[in-house]
């Protein structure tokens, strides 16, 4: 492939951003990326966020070695000053389902014979336990676990932040406020793509990376990916609070949620709660998609916060929400990624079904993406393009709950400060 041609990518999320970041530093000279949002990073990208969980183990070996490969990554000089080894506590409370103590037990079989984990494990059945790695806990935690000193996070916005200004330096161009309308074609070839304001920007490869809402730009995706929302909320700490929470570990109790060491420079405590995620089918396409307004999280999740705050730090667990909102990713039914050609159509890439944990692979999975441009197909089953599959009927084994649609929610909290600004 002649590495002046154009490439149009198509968001500058996790996956797109990764994408041009590896086409780039292979010598790829002439990539565009087209972004809806306005400002970086990208407000509608679900890897826009304070941090995300960085740890290897999975339920399938197969996504366990990627994220070791990741982790590796992580500690590069790119990415290191984002990712921080405070280690993992994964644990169920005394409360949980018999899934959610599966999936753990597959989880930690994953990562546990493997010789980079010797030493880095230790099992969890006890309050003292959990206090042992996590002194600053004060709630009463009566679960069941074990702590991965091997893990840790990232803070999200900043690396992808890292990763855009070493696309620019690499003489990527990246657009801005350039929402794409429509992708198109000369008779089964993908030529470009053209803008809601008009602009058609042409190109002989395209790679569409535009997260959960990639089914009203390829509505022939269809239930292959089901844009699914997760809610999230943070605390606001003062300095003399966030300093008493300094270095604990990753904390997700499967059933209840998670949370992480409060943000170092805004010492905002960032909340998630369990659930089987939200859907949105009230769309034009009869698709689940992401709505325009979603500074917002339904009270049933901020009972669920409140619940894990309880459980470990209970002198936060009345403190007002801030920055609620729903962040949004796209599920398969098997939580596999799909990377591939788009089948009909020549020069369209897809790169989707993050299923909630891609972030993670930022400083890798563009490799891939790569690797399917140059080769003109994907080779790997897993990331194959599976028509007919319906990730609305999966029942997915680490979701814990029933999926829910937004007009079955009655009770939903906006964001205090956002509806204030709003008025
Ligand atoms: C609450 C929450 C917590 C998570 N925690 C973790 C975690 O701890 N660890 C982990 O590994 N992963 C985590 N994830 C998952 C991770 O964030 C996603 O897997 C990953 O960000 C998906 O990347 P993406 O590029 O597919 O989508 P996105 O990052 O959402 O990128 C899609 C981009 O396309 C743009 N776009 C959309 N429509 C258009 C259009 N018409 N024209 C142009 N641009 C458009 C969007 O603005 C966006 O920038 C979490 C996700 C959520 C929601």
């Not at 809610?231 to 990753?250: C, D, S, Y």
């Not at 209840?256 to 089918?281: Q, S, W």
């Not at 009869?286 to 325009?292: C, I, K």
């Amino acid at each position: 492939m002649d590495k002046q041609n154009p490439i149009l990518i198509l968001g500058a999320g996790t996956f797109g951003l990764s994408t041009a970041y590896h086409l780039a530093k292979a010598g790829y000279t002439n990539i565009t990326i087209l972004e809806k949002s306005v400002t970086f990073p990208p407000e509608l990208s679900a890897g826009n966020d304070l941090n995300k969980i960085i740890r290897a183990e999975y339920e399938d070996p197969f996504y366990a070695e990627l994220a070791l490969e990741a982790i590796a990554a992580w500690k590069s000089p790119l990415f290191a000053p984002y990712y921080n080894e405070t280690g993992y506590l994964l644990c169920n409370s005394a409360a949980a389902p018999e899934k959610s103590k599966k999936s753990l037990q597959k989880a930690l079989s994953s990562i546990s014979q493997r010789p980079v984990f010797r030493n880095k494990i230790i099992p969890i059945s006890s309050r003292n336990d959990i206090r042992k790695v996590a002194p600053a806990f004060t709630g009463p935690m009566q679960w069941k676990g074990y702590f991965n000193s091997f893990a840790g996070y990232a803070a999200a916005a900043d690396s992808l932040m890292a990763v855009y200004s070493a696309c620019i330096a690499l003489g990527v161009t990246i657009h801005l406020n350039s929402a794409v309308e429509a992708l198109t074609y000369s008779g089964d070839i993908c030529t470009g793509a053209i803008t809601t304001a008009g602009k058609h920007y042409s190109a002989p490869i395209t790679v569409l990376a535009l997260g959960a809402s990639l089914g009203s730009v390829l509505p022939q995706i269809k239930s292959q990916v089901v844009a699914k929302a997760s809610p999230l909320a943070h605390i606001q700490l003062t300095p003399e609070e966030a300093i008493q929470l300094r270095g604990i570990p990753v904390t997700y109790a499967r059933d209840l949620g998670f949370f992480f060491e409060p943000d170092r420079r805004t010492n905002l405590l960032k909340i998630c709660p369990a659930m089987a995620g939200y859907t949105n089918y009230n769309t034009p396409f009869g698709l689940s998609l992401p709505p325009d307004d979603n500074a917002f999280i339904p009270a049933v999740d901020e009972a669920m916060i409140r619940r894990l705050l309880r459980e470990t730090l209970p002198e936060l667990a009345d403190r007002p929400l801030v920055g609620r909102r729903v962040c949004w990713c796209a599920d398969t039914a098997d939580s596999e990624y799909v990377i591939d050609l788009v089948p009909g159509k020549k020069g369209l890439v897809v790169v989707t079904g993050d299923s909630a944990h891609a972030f993670k692979m930022l400083p890798i999975i563009g490799k891939w993406v790569k690797e399917v441009v140059e080769k003109g197909r994907q080779d790997n089953a897993r990331w194959q393009w599976k028509e007919g599959s319906d990730a609305a009927a999966a029942d997915i084994s680490w979701r814990i709950g029933q999926t829910t649609d937004f007009k079955e929610v009655k009770d939903i909290r906006r964001d205090p400060e956002i509806a204030q600004a709003r008025l």
